[in-house]
C-alpha cells in the first residue's frame, strides 16, 4: 500500500534546532510536501520538494532523498510558537497523501 | 483578499439528514480540494476539482457528492449524514496542481448525531 510514516510527537527546546522525519511506501510520486498546523487551526503550507535535495525557506528546511524513500523537515531557532503538528504529504496523478502529523513540543 | 473562506463554520446533523458545505476563494485559482480530518489523522482527500464544472474522486469519496458550476466556488453535499462523517472539513485550492502551495480554509466542524 502506499503509507507515510512520521513520529507522533517530538520534543524540543526553545533556541534549538529539530528535525521531523517523513518515511513512505509511494512509488511514482512528483513531491514532497509540508504542512504545519495548530491547534484548531487550518493547516497552512511550508514548503515543497520537486527535487531530491534541500529546500530552504527562511527557519524551515526540508530535503528529499527518493533513493533512501526519506524526507524531512528541519526547524532553527525554535520559537514557542512553532508549536504545532507538522504533516508531510506526497501526490501523484490523482492521488495526494498526508502523513497522520508529527506534534512539535516546544520547552521554554 | 479574503482568500479561502467556508460556510458553515459548525454544524450538527441527525442521521440521514443532508447538507451542503460551501467553499469560495477569490484567488482566482484552478484546482479545489474537499478533505476530512478526524482527530490524530492527517486529512484524506474526498473529492477534488481541476478547474469549473470538473470533479474527480479522491481517497474517501464515498457518502459524498460535490459540485463546481463556477471557478471560484466548490460544494460538498452529504445526502443522508452517518455518524461515520463525523469531523472536521477543509476546503483547499491552488494555483496549478496539488505540489503548488494549497491555501485552506478555516474549516468546518460537522457532528452527525
Known amino acids: 500500500g502506499q503509507s507515510l510514516e512520521q513520529p507522533s510527537e517530538v520534543t524540543a527546546v526553545e533556541g534549538a534546532i529539530v528535525q521531523i522525519n517523513c518515511t513512505y511506501q509511494?512509488?511514482?510520486?512528483?513531491?514532497l510536501s509540508w504542512y504545519q498546523q495548530h491547534d484548531g487551526g487550518a493547516p497552512t503550507f511550508l514548503s515543497y520538494?520537486?527535487?531530491?535535495g534541500l529546500e530552504e525557506t527562511g527557519r524551515f528546511s526540508s530535503f528529499l532523498s527518493r533513493s533512501d524513500s526519506y524526507g524531512y523537515l528541519l526547524l532553527q531557532e525554535l520559537q514557542m510558537k512553532d508549536s504545532a503538528s507538522y504533516f508531510c504529504?506526497?501526490?501523484?496523478?490523482?492521488?495526494?497523501?498526508f502523513g497522520k502529523g508529527t506534534r512539535l513540543h516546544i520547552l521554554p | 483578499n479574503a482568500g479561502v473562506t467556508q460556510t458553515p463554520k459548525f454544524r450538527v446533523l441527525k442521521t440521514g439528514q443532508s447538507m451542503t458545505l460551501l467553499c469560495a476563494q477569490d484567488?482566482?485559482?484552478?484546482?479545489m480540494y474537499w478533505y476530512r480530518q478526524d482527530p490524530g489523522m492527517g486529512l484524506r482527500l474526498i473529492h477534488y476539482?481541476?478547474?469549473?464544472?470538473?470533479?474527480a474522486k479522491g481517497e474517501v469519496p464515498d457518502g459524498y457528492n460535490v459540485s463546481r458550476l463556477k471557478k471560484q466556488n466548490f460544494l460538498l453535499g452529504l445526502e443522508s449524514a452517518a455518524p461515520s462523517q463525523t469531523s472536521v472539513y477543509f476546503c483547499?485550492?491552488?494555483?496549478?496542481?496539488?505540489?503548488?502551495?494549497?491555501?485552506f480554509g478555516p474549516g468546518t466542524r460537522l457532528t452527525v448525531l
Open positions: 483547499a485550492s491552488s494555483r496549478r496542481g496539488p505540489g503548488d502551495t494549497q491555501y
Open positions: 509511494t512509488s511514482g510520486f512528483y513531491g
Open positions: 520538494n520537486a527535487l531530491d
Open positions: 504529504a506526497v501526490w501523484r496523478d490523482d492521488k495526494i497523501i
Open positions: 484567488m482566482n485559482h484552478e484546482y
Open positions: 476539482s481541476v478547474g469549473e464544472g470538473t470533479t
